[in-house]
C-alpha cells in the first residue's frame, strides 16, 4: 500500500498504516494505492473510509464489468484497459478500480499499468494533487484510455497482414494456422466489445456530471476522455467487421481452391475414362477378335488411347475449361 498526502505545497509519500489513518482523519487529502491485498487493508477500507462491503469485494475481484456506483460519501468507478502479455494476439484486459471521496482517493491497480505513471508524475510536481482529488482521477482515466490507442494501432497492422495471409494460405497446409490467428482475434474483439458497451455508458455519466464530487470546470476533461473512448469502440467495431470479412474470405478462398482441385480431378478422370475402356475391351479374354492376331494390333490400341485423349483436350480446351483452370493457378 502507498499513499500520497498533498501537506500544503508538498507531497508526502508513506507506506504507514497509522500515518495513512491518520492523515484521512485530518482531512488531508490522499491518495492510495491499495496493491495486494491484505487484512490491514480490508481494514483500512471498511473501519476507516466506510466503504460498502460489496465496494470491497468488487475493489478485490478480478473480473467485474465497468460501472459507476454512486454513494452518499463516495463514488466508485470501475474502468478496463488492455494489456499485451507475449505478443498482440495475447491482448488481456485489465481492471482499474477507483474510489473517490471528499479528502480521499483509493485506486486497485493490480496489474500497475497507470498507477506507476502517476505516481512518478506527482512525485515530480504536487501542482495536479493540488487542483483536487478529481483532477488526479481525470489523469488515471486518460491514461487508461490512451493505453490502448498504441494496441489498437497494432491490431489494425496484424489485420492488414491476416488479410494477406489468407488469400495466400487459405486452402493449403498452412491455412489452419491462419484459420486460428483468425479465430484468436474474433475472440479478442467480441471481448473487447462487450467491455466497451458498459465502458463507454460509465464514462458517459462521469462526464454528464453525475458525480457530485467531480467540479464543473473538469467536465469538459471527462467528456474528452469519453469522446477518446468512443472512438476506440468505433474502430473496434470496424475492426471486428474486417476480422469477419477475413473469415468470409478464408472459406470463400479455401471453398475456390477446393473447386480447383476437384475440378482437375474431374478432367483427369473424364480423359482416363475412354481410355480404360479401351484398354478393357482389348482386355478381354475372347479367342475370336479380329485383332488379336494383328500385327500393328498393340501400337494401334496406344494410338486411339492417344487420339481419343487428345481429342478430348482439345474439346476442353475449346471450351475454355483448362485456361480457366490455368488463370486460377496463375
Do not use: C
Not at 51 to 80: G, M, Q
Request: proline share 3%; hydrophobic share 45%; charged share 25%.
Amino acid at each position: 500500500m502507498q499513499a500520497r498526502i498533498l501537506e500544503g505545497t508538498t507531497i508526502k509519500s508513506t507506506h504507514d498504516a497509522e500515518e495513512i489513518t491518520a492523515a484521512i482523519a485530518a482531512g488531508k487529502p490522499i491518495w492510495i494505492e491499495l496493491e495486494s491485498r491484505s487484512t490491514e487493508k480490508d481494514a483500512l477500507l471498511s473501519d476507516v473510509l466506510k466503504l460498502h462491503a460489496l465496494t470491497i469485494e468488487d475493489i478485490w475481484a478480478e473480473s467485474s464489468s465497468p460501472k459507476v456506483d454512486i454513494f452518499d460519501d463516495y463514488t466508485y468507478v470501475i474502468v478496463h484497459g488492455l494489456e499485451a502479455a507475449s505478443s498482440i494476439h495475447d491482448l488481456s484486459l485489465v481492471e482499474l478500480d477507483v474510489v473517490l471521496g471528499k479528502n480521499f482517493l483509493v485506486t486497485h491497480d493490480s496489474s500497475h499499468w497507470v498507477a506507476k505513471d502517476m505516481q512518478a508524475e506527482l512525485d515530480r510536481s504536487p501542482r495536479l494533487m493540488a487542483k483536487g482529488l478529481p483532477w488526479v482521477m481525470h489523469a488515471l482515466l486518460d491514461r487508461a484510455v490512451d493505453r490502448y490507442m498504441p494496441l489498437v494501432d497494432q491490431l489494425d497492422t496484424e489485420i492488414e497482414h491476416l488479410e494477406t495471409e489468407v488469400l495466400a494460405k487459405a486452402g493449403t497446409p498452412k491455412g489452419t494456422k491462419v484459420l486460428g490467428r483468425i479465430l484468436s482475434f474474433k475472440r479478442t474483439l467480441q471481448s473487447m466489445r462487450r467491455m466497451a458497451i458498459h465502458q463507454r455508458e460509465t464514462l458517459l455519466r462521469l462526464a454528464r456530471g453525475e458525480v457530485e464530487a467531480i467540479p464543473k470546470e473538469a467536465l469538459p476533461f471527462f467528456r474528452d476522455v469519453y469522446d477518446h473512448f468512443l472512438r476506440i469502440g468505433d474502430t473496434v467495431d470496424s475492426y471486428r467487421d474486417l476480422v469477419t470479412s477475413a473469415l468470409d474470405a478464408y472459406l470463400s478462398v479455401q471453398s475456390n481452391r477446393m473447386n480447383e482441385i476437384m475440378k482437375t480431378l474431374t478432367l483427369m478422370s473424364t480423359v482416363m475414362m475412354p481410355l480404360t475402356f479401351i484398354a478393357g475391351v482389348y482386355g478381354m479374354n475372347f479367342k475370336v477378335m479380329p485383332e488379336l492376331e494383328w500385327q500393328y494390333g498393340y501400337p494401334y490400341a496406344l494410338a486411339l488411347m492417344a487420339t481419343v485423349a487428345l481429342a478430348i483436350l482439345l474439346f476442353f480446351r475449346r471450351k475454355g475449361w483448362i485456361r480457366k483452370g490455368l488463370r486460377a493457378d496463375n
